[in-house]
T-cell receptor, first 117, second 112 residues
Framework: GAGVSQSPSNKVTEKGKDVELRCDPISGHTALYWYRQSLGQGLEFLIYFQGNSAPDKSGLPSDRFSAERTGGSVSTLTIQRTQQEDSAVYLC???????????????FGDGTRLSIL | GDSVTQMEGPVTLSEEAFLTINCTYT??????LFWYVQYPGEGLQLLLKATKADDKGSNKGFEATYRKETTSFHLEKGSVQVSDSAVYFC???????????FGAGTRLTVKP
């Protein structure tokens, strides 16, 4: 499909385990974002990638969270030693590059619902 | 810092009622403003946007006007349908910001 693809759609794991979440952005989109949406809450910015520039990691809540983007396309968000408070829906979005980044809407995937037991 | 404040929900309306969801923002400079909608079990979808003062974004019967004087971008629809039941997010993107700032979301339920 032409949209942002995330996998898995659901992930249940035990506290203390590591998890990896994957995001395939729209082809040609240079910007990629990760957000976290906790139950009943708004969106929390986690990390932003733009082309080959250093990512903006200012939203990562702890050093247990990391993300990488290989070849400027697919991105993986990794959570190490998961905690129950990590349970949330993790959303990925991508956007195209315009003369002014702020005008480009973000296209979201359907998210990964992560449940930590 | 830049931020968005939107009306808290949940909002419950009858079909064909008039909808307003309030959104106000704080930003330096001239942000672009967006409304996103999240249907149950799905990711967010762009509903409409406005990039400068007095612009009106519209889509699917929804409208919002960028009001710089009141720093607002209220979402309106004249006659809601059951299929409009969803969570609505107001968002802004300031020039050269890496992240889009989202409001907390407003859950709308439309009853037949």
């Amino acid at each position: 499909g032409a949209g942002v693809s995330q996998s898995p759609s659901n992930k249940v794991t035990e506290k203390g385990k590591d998890v990896e979440l994957r995001c395939d952005p729209i082809s040609g989109h240079t910007a990629l974002y990760w957000y976290r949406q906790s139950l009943g809450q708004g969106l929390e910015f986690l990390i932003y990638f733009q082309g080959n520039s250093a990512p903006d990691k200012s939203g990562l809540p702890s050093d247990r969270f990391s993300a990488e983007r290989t070849g400027g396309s697919v991105s993986t968000l990794t959570i190490q030693r998961t905690q129950q408070e990590d349970s949330a829906v993790y959303l990925c979005a991508s956007s195209g590059r315009g003369g002014d980044y702020s005008n480009q809407p973000q296209h979201f995937g359907d998210g990964t619902r992560l449940s930590i037991l | 810092g830049d931020s968005v404040t939107q009306m808290e929900g949940p909002v419950t309306l009858s079909e064909e009622a008039f909808l307003t969801i309030n959104c106000t923002y704080t930003a330096t400079g001239y942000p672009s403003l967006f409304w996103y909608v999240q249907y149950p079990g799905e990711g967010l979808q762009l509903l409409l946007k406005a990039t400068k003062a007095d612009d009106k974004g519209s889509n699917k019967g929804f409208e919002a006007t960028y009001r710089k004087e009141t720093t607002s971008f209220h979402l309106e629809k004249g006659s809601v349908q059951v299929s409009d039941s969803a969570v609505y997010f107001c968002a802004l993107s300031a020039y050269n910001n890496n992240d889009m700032r989202f409001g907390a979301g407003t859950r709308l339920t439309v009853k037949p």
